[in-house]
């Protein structure tokens, strides 16, 4: 206000970062950009359709020196963040459908009574079952932190999705 310029840093936003703060915060916070690290103008896909978009494929993506039929399969998506009707569309193009992918869902979700160390665990197995997934044939893999049913619900909880979806893809590309 003094040399009458408006800050650059906040934006409004003047909570400490995350990981300086004392108190626990969601995985997501930890991500947050600030206004200086993002650009100006922003790049919004809504506005710049012309040279932006979220749209991307789900599929074995083939060399782009081959041309094939095989290269071919691919399910289109809109944006990357799906919501139930998505989701519904990429289960309807599974094996049981003519030219399907073969689809594995994994559950993200472990039990409370392992305490803090149980996240680490969980993690482990959902990579080895990603793992063994792909091995067995999986084009398209599925995390899901759905309950398999209401009874268990208070007794466990689900890994963070941004969490689960970088380990499985790590692991993936190690092996």
Do not use: W
Not at 25 to 47: C, E, G, W
Not at 49 to 75: D, Q
Not at 106 to 128: F, M, N, Q
């Amino acid at each position: 206000a003094g040399a009458a310029k408006e800050t650059t840093y906040s934006m409004g936003d003047d909570a400490p970062l995350a990981c300086l703060s004392e108190r626990p915060h969601v995985t997501y916070n930890y991500f947050k950009q600030r206004f200086a690290q993002v650009t100006n103008p922003p790049i919004d896909p809504l506005r710049e359709g012309v040279v932006m978009s979220l749209a991307m494929t789900l599929g074995k993506k083939e060399t782009i020196y081959k041309v094939s039929e095989e290269g071919a399969r691919l399910i289109g998506l809109e944006s990357p963040i799906l919501n139930d009707v998505d989701m519904d569309k990429v289960k309807e193009f599974g094996e049981d459908a003519n030219g399907g992918f073969k689809q594995s869902t994994l559950s993200t979700r472990y039990d409370l009574t392992e305490g803090p160390a149980g996240i680490v665990s969980a993690l482990d197995k959902l990579c080895d079952d990603a793992i063994e997934a792909v091995k067995g044939g999986a084009e398209v893999l599925i995390l899901s932190d759905m309950a398999k049913d209401l009874s268990g619900l208070q007794e466990t909880t689900y890994i963070p999705p941004m969490v689960a979806v970088g380990a499985v893809h790590h692991k993936l590309i190690e092996q």
